[in-house]
């Protein structure tokens, strides 16, 4: 099993802004398609942002133009920089890696968006 340990939630207010960090430990992570999930409570976990071995990226509608992600394959780490937060941001954002027929997740790291 590939760990990977999401960092960087909190609480923020409204318009604010945080970075959250998806470690993995050394494998083929330059390899990978990497993604951030989130799961807000009584809903389905969804897609938030993707990043291909190619830096090729999409989003979901509801944070284009707001969140960014990106990766770092020196340091085996991907990011998402999330401004403009609004309350319905509020979830937990788990990372996942996909490397061919493996897949893994984070344990996820809580955002909170309130004033």
């Known amino acids: 099993q590939v760990p990977l340990v999401e960092s960087g939630g909190g609480l923020v207010q409204p318009g604010g802004s945080l970075r959250l960090s998806c470690a993995a430990s050394?494998?083929?992570?330059?390899?990978?398609?990497m993604g951030w999930y989130r799961q807000a409570p009584g809903k389905l976990r969804d897609l938030v942002a993707q990043?291909?071995?190619?830096?090729?990226?999409n989003y979901a509608d509801s944070v284009k133009g707001r969140f960014t992600i990106s990766r770092d394959n020196t340091k085996n780490t991907m990011f998402l920089q999330m401004d403009d937060l609004r309350p319905e941001d509020t979830a937990v954002y788990y990372c996942?890696?996909?490397?061919?027929?493996?897949?893994?997740w984070g344990q996820g790291t809580q955002v909170t968006v309130s004033s």
């Open positions: 996942r890696c996909i490397l061919g027929v493996s897949d893994y």
């Open positions: 050394g494998w083929l992570f330059s390899r990978s398609v």
């Open positions: 990043i291909t071995s190619g830096d090729s990226t």
